[in-house]
């Protein structure tokens, strides 16, 4: 780790004028990316803001047809939240199945879904639900949201504050894990919404992406019958030693109905 | 015998400070003025290393020095081998120079080129980045099938085809006219994978030096503390033994990678007496995937020789074994003596024969990884037998009974070196068949089925040698000193006892179990007993632990010693109670003349040894009473067992799961059956790593490691496994005073072979018949979408 400053800021105003003020700041929330990057000398930034001071901006609250949880909660909050428990309990077993506790006592659901990681869970239940990413600056579709790998439409300066989760009929996140870094190889959320069968995959690919091919056969039946047609391309699928793209595809299309089959039950 | 000496289930002196993070292991150690050294290394496979630049660093705040090459070329010689092995030409291995720093060439990634030393690890670091090393890159390569090819990249000019030895084992003549004749030849290709042995502590070494008197002390993560004084201190370093201490204090697992010598430690010895301050090195996780010795890495052709009934007739074996980027420690050993003699197995095959071809390559050398040898041996044969069976239609455990060596011909001569002094294969077999309940093994496949999984069976019966070693067979095989072990026992003047090993213990135990042995030998409890070991300046001259080696050899240097103290003992009380020697027995902590009731106690006795009574004969009998020993073991000891696994594979991941696990081991006495069976579990998950997740993978083009953390390099975890069943069936060690044969690394002997006998039975209904580790979910489901009978299956 090199050297930096360290600032935590209060309010989002304090947070404004410091982004304002510094030039190469790091934001810092859970760090359970940021810490193991500076610890390995891969980022050497002059300044980490530290945002955990930022009153406010870690509830959980229903709103309406949704629930919206601060971009500061953690995994384990959103774990062990009753309301997120009754009313989408697959996103809060999608965070229950984040890491190890050590990291859901740490990680944050804004860090998650700032980084972008293509592996990071969360992605798929933002896009699977048709989630709304609030910033200090506007509120962003999830299917606008998550860019490219490690990108996002955020600008700089421009801070998560909180996510809405629609409440879905009902919904499922199932994982199949890389048996070394428990990472997603590939996630798949399904969501039966008021605005129809929504089937978001992260993991397989560079950026978390909707299996739109699966969703009119869920349309019409939500059963796992509905997608043993199905067939997933390879193209563009992500590649390692532990999964090559052909294997990611077929695992996309058996994730799926598995998750289907975990909605129903 | 007394409440908690042999045989009893005592818990563990160690598990007090390892439990409440009171242990002391190298890192926790901080001497006053200390430096902190970083190692700067290779970022390529194989490269010319032009110019090495170090203004920049030396100018780095708080930099001390930096060493390279140059530095040390006239100063340290090169990183040893304590086992030279010959090839069936006659000619020695080809042993090139290994120099402590990158000299000229590099030859793996991770490979050291400078040494960095600053006042804090923060500024070594910095240092390190500023070091300037001008690289030509060469072609590298990996594999050894590539590695022998002509044309392959030469990691040394003068050795060609990069072949360390070409080394054989047995009756070439025999086993080919065994093949001409045969009823039924079986062959295998099999790929035993390359490990990262990952200790959970990582590698360390603190050294300080004394100007005035010139002694240097060395506290390094060591198993071997004596053997790491011979070959850092008088080979590398030109230290004279007296002048150097080694010390191992706690050290945090070591599975054989901690059993090899390292530049490092030399380095750090050395800089520690160049700057006349303290120097510690701690290796990070990352450096400890690059630099410490791996494990495995073979490529074999197996071909089985049968008769019609199934009988063993011959067994050929041709290995091509990767020893990396230089010859380690005991690298050429491990693939080679350690390797071909354990191919007789259970069985009475009559002729073996096979060669391996010790290969060089662009990677981190390999060395002894727990079982080191033995479970190559074992996955060989233990899925060869399978196959023959497949292809035969015979019971896999029939064909096994039918070629045991029976328990009445002990001792047996085998083909290959080796002879096996007892064991009782068929009583191993029939507990495990029971405990496994391997007769209804349909039911459970039938139950799997229908929930659509697919659920296999496996069986091993396997043989390994342990206790290392006859120092006269050993040395025969190339060893280049004794392998004995030595105790000291301290009988102190108020009765207790310190007993000195040449033993390390980084995890196994010894600390209670070589108490239990002489408190079951005094009669004392194990509470009066400490046991001191890992410090040159404390224990007598010892080998150190490997090999499933301590409780077999070091335990009956300690048996031998305790012998010598209730020898000395007996006269002591012959004289004090006015009886002959011969009249005097020792039981239940006293010495009495038999048949009467005068007695004196063992502590009586240590007491009027140091404070010798006015009639004590001091002109004939010594005062004091402490013994030492040297134990030499006249053969290998012979663990054998039987192990069954059930798996169940999800057809459509591809993912195996081990459901359960049962081990029969005839490990001789038992010491201790708690810390038996703590040993059998560790190392039946160690070997349960190989053959379901645990994969050293290098890119063939770079020869970059690309399983260079556990983000990609999957260690089993808890929640992998089953309860393992684990209990023994024990036939007692002939030759040695305890019986002991040795548990420390049965378990990973016989794991990967019968857990990848059980997924290939599960995937038999595919027509699949061999499957190579580990069987990760991506190779089962590509060794599905290929296996020849998919759609009949499915």
């Known amino acids: 780790m090199y050297g930096f400053a360290y600032h935590r800021p209060t309010s989002l105003q304090q947070l404004k004028h410091l982004l304002g003020s510094i030039e190469e700041a790091r934001l810092l929330a859970g760090g359970q990316t940021l810490i193991p990057t500076l610890k390995q000398r891969l980022a050497s930034p002059d300044a980490l803001i530290d945002l955990k001071g930022i009153a406010g901006m870690a509830s959980i609250d229903r709103a309406g047809d949704a629930i919206v949880v601060g971009a500061l909660a953690t995994h384990a909050a959103v774990a062990g939240s009753p309301l997120l428990r009754k009313a989408i309990p697959a996103l809060a077993g999608l965070a229950d199945g984040i890491g190890d506790p050590q990291v859901r006592n740490r990680g944050t659901l804004g860090g998650s879904v700032a980084n972008n990681d293509p592996a990071a869970d969360y992605p798929a239940a933002l896009v699977g639900l048709g989630a709304t990413i609030v910033t200090t600056e506007r509120r962003i579709a999830a299917d606008d949201f998550f860019l490219r790998m490690f990108e996002t439409d955020l600008e700089p300066g421009e801070i998560v504050t909180a996510v809405s989760f629609p409440i879905p009929r009902r919904a499922a996140y199932v994982k199949f894990p890389s048996p070394a870094s428990r990472y997603a190889i590939v996630g798949v959320f399904v969501a039966e919404t008021t605005a129809g069968v929504r089937v978001a995959v992260t993991g397989a690919g560079p950026c978390v992406f909707r299996l739109k091919e699966a969703e009119p056969a869920l349309d019409r039946s939500f059963a796992p019958e509905s997608l043993a047609g199905l067939h997933v391309s390879a193209a563009g699928l992500n590649s390692d030693i532990h999964a090559g793209a052909p294997y990611r595809a077929h695992l996309t299309s058996v994730i799926a109905k598995r998750a289907v089959q975990a909605a129903l039950a | 015998m007394t409440i908690d000496g042999i045989g009893a289930p005592v818990r563990r002196k160690e598990d007090r400070r390892f439990l409440t993070g009171r242990g002391m292991y190298v890192h926790d150690i901080v001497r006053p003025r200390q430096l902190y050294a970083v190692f700067l290394r290779s970022p390529h496979a194989h490269a010319e290393i032009r110019a090495i630049d170090k203004k920049t660093a030396l100018a ?73 090393v001008a690289y030509k890159v060469l072609p590298a390569v990996t594999g050894v099938v590539e590695a022998i090819k002509p044309g392959a990249p030469l990691l040394y000019d003068d050795v060609a085809g990069n072949l360390c030895c070409d080394w054989a084992v047995g009756d070439k003549a025999a086993t080919d006219a065994a093949f001409a004749k045969a009823h039924h030849v079986t062959r295998l290709d099999l790929v035993n994978n390359r490990l990262v042995p990952n200790a959970m502590e990582t590698r360390a070494a603190l050294a300080e030096y004394e100007p005035a008197s010139r002694d240097y002390t060395l506290y390094t993560s060591t198993q071997l503390p004596h053997v790491a004084r011979v070959l850092l201190g008088v080979l590398m370093l030109s230290i004279p033994e007296r002048k150097l201490r080694v010390v191992a204090p706690d050290v945090g697992g070591g599975f054989g990678s901690k059993q090899v010598v390292y530049a490092e430690e030399a380095m750090v010895t050395w800089a520690a007496g160049q700057l006349e301050r303290p120097v510690k090195w701690v290796a990070d996780r990352s450096e400890a995937f690059l630099s410490d010795a791996q494990g495995r890495d073979h490529v074999t052709h197996a071909e089985l020789a049968l008769a019609k009934d199934g009988k ?93 060596i029976g328990k009445d011909s002990y001792p047996y001569q085998t083909p290959v070196m080796l002879q096996y002094d007892i064991g009782d294969h068929e009583a191993t077999l029939a507990k495990g068949l029971a405990l496994s309940r391997w007769s209804s093994f349909a039911e459970r496949r039938k139950e799997a089925a229908a929930r659509g999984k697919l659920r296999g069976i496996g069986i091993v019966t ?36 310190t007993v000195f090993t040449g033993a390390h213990n980084h995890g196994q135990g010894h600390e209670t179990v070589f108490s239990q042995l002489v408190g079951d030998m005094l009669g004392m409890s194990s509470d009066m007993i400490e046991v001191v070991h890992g410090d040159t300046a404390r224990s007598p001259f010892g080998l150190g632990t490997y090999g499933s080696r301590s409780a077999a050899v070091g335990g009956s240097a300690i048996a031998k010693a305790v012998g010598k103290i209730l020898d000395k003992g007996r006269k002591i009380a012959a004289h004090l109670l006015e009886a002959s020697e011969q009249d005097i027995e020792f039981k239940d902590g ?65 993912v195996t799961t081990l459901v359960a696990y049962t081990a029969v081991d005839d490990v001789g006495t038992v010491l201790n059956p708690m810390i038996v069976e703590g040993q059998v579990h560790g190392g039946v998950v160690q070997g349960v790593g190989q053959a379901l997740c645990e994969n050293c993978v290098y890119d063939p083009a770079s020869g970059q490691l690309l399983s260079g953390s556990f983000m990609d390099y999957c260690m089993p975890r808890a929640d992998d496994l089953p309860i393992i069943a684990s209990v023994t069936e024990n036939t007692a060690c002939t030759h040695n005073p305890i019986g002991v044969k040795g548990c420390g690394e049965t378990g990973t002997i016989a794991s990967p072979a019968t857990v990848m006998n059980a997924v290939v039975d599960a995937l038999a209904p595919y027509g699949i018949t061999h499957v190579d580790m580990p069987a990760s979910p991506q190779r089962i489901w590509q060794t599905i979408q290929a296996a020849p009978h998919r759609q009949a299956a499915e």
């Open chain 2, 60 to 132: 780095c705040p708080g930099v001390v020095a930096v060493f390279t090459a140059a530095d040390v070329a006239d100063k340290i010689k090169g990183v040893p081998c304590a086992w030279g092995i010959t090839g069936k030409d006659g000619k020695p291995m080809k042993e090139p120079p290994h120099p402590p720093l990158g000299s000229g060439k590099v030859r793996h990634v991770g490979d050291p080129v400078a040494m960095i030393v600053a006042e804090t690890l923060a500024a070594a670091r910095n240092g390190a980045e500023q070091v300037q």
């Open chain 2, 312 to 404: 063993f007739l011959a067994l050929r074996v041709s290995t091509l074994a990767n020893i990396g980027g230089y010859v380690s420690t005991f690298g050429p050993n491990i693939p080679t003596n350690l390797y071909g003699p354990l191919l007789a197995g259970a069985y009475t095959t009559p002729a073996i024969y096979c060669e391996v071809k010790v290969i060089f390559s662009n990677t981190v050398p390999t060395d002894a990884y727990r079982g080191a040898g033995r479970p190559e041996a074992t996955f060989v044969l233990e899925r060869i037998i399978d196959a023959a069976a497949h292809e035969l239609g015979m019971d896999r455990v029939e064909i096994r009974r039918r070629n045991f």
């Open chain 2, 462 to 497: 396997y043989v390994e040698a342990c206790g290392l070693a006859p120092s006269r067979i050993a040395q025969q095989l190339g060893a280049r000193g004794g392998i004995f072990e030595s105790a000291n026992i301290r009988v102190n003047p108020s009765g207790d006892v």
């Open chain 2, 590 to 654: 006293a010495f009495t003349v038999a048949g009467t009731d005068r007695r004196k106690t063992f502590g009586e006795i240590a007491g009027a040894a140091y404070t010798p009574p006015p009639s004590y004969p001091l002109e004939t009998l010594e005062p004091g009473l402490e013994e030492t020993a040297f134990y030499d073991p006249v053969n290998f000891t012979y663990p054998a067992g039987c192990h069954v696994a059930e798996v169940e594979i999800d057809p459509e991941t591809g």
